[in-house]
């Protein structure tokens, strides 16, 4: 099976780029980004939210910024067109950030024999100083479904292992989150009146993150470095509810980048139907997914 890859104008998004491999299809913007705003399998509903998201006054869609040093104001990597070039098994994305440090964001996508998707977000310092700098990606999904991290193992009895941070505003006994005994949980609530935003971060030791949606599901992995140091209290994964869409975050280590060297964030995706009964507050139920 080969891949597939077009340009399309979207009236939505611009100029974009449409990849499809074996029933799994994907576009990519061109005009800023690169941002993933669409992503199904064998055409079935597009699972990634896609409203104007008004901090930047652009749509949403599967998104990285980066975060210097300590501090909590990404870059959003949305002022340039993309550039993009073709390769063996996927496509290369490139945008070119001036301020506040010269940087190249580079998003590759490339495609496994089973259809799933491998995204990598990479950084490449194009300054003559070293950049400190953690790579941060988000994906928000509508909110027919809800998003889980899970808590991650046990490793030594007498410490603790697992780290759950919430953001200022947010309550413990919000009902739109579950925390069990191995995940936790965020959910929509279909009341009337408008909704704070819930956060909540967690130290995922086993690398997945996940939505579970009426449509469909994407379940991610990647790795989760048990010896070093993240942003956000080391939290590497963020689950939230936006009174309108349910995202999942996650970020990468700190990392100290050479001139001409690169930090990089993999997550691999894999897009399933939804065939099985699950529930946000049965365990059990979230455990079949992943098997």
Known sequence: MSLNVKEIASEEFG????????????????????????????????????????????????????????????????????????????VRFVQTITEPVQLEVIMDIFFSAEGDMTVEHSVLNKSKEQVKLSIYTETPFVTDGFVFIPQGEI?????????????????????RLFIGDRYVTVHSEKTSGEKPRLKIGVNDT???????????????????????LYPFYNCSAFATENDGYLSIQMTSPFYLVEPEEAAKHTEIWKLHENHQCISHDNEKSIDSVLM
């Open 15 to 90: 100029n974009c780029v449409q990849l499809e491999y074996d029933g799994t299809e994907a576009v990519v913007t061109l005009d800023y980004g690169p941002r993933i705003v669409s992503v199904n399998k064998n055409g079935s509903t597009n699972l990634i939210f896609n409203a104007v998201d008004p901090a930047i006054g652009r749509s949403h869609g599967h998104k990285m910024r980066i975060t210097l040093d300590k501090s909590t104001n990404g870059i959003y990597c949305d002022n340039s067109p993309v550039r993009y070039s073709p390769m063996a098994e996927g």
């Open 155 to 175: 490793i030594t009895p007498e410490r603790p292992s697992r780290i759950l941070t919430l953001w200022n505003g947010c309550k413990w006994s919000d009902e």
């Open 206 to 228: 086993d690398g997945i993150v996940g939505f579970i949606g009426k449509n469909g599901n994407i379940i991610k992995n990647y790795t989760h470095n048990r010896n070093a």
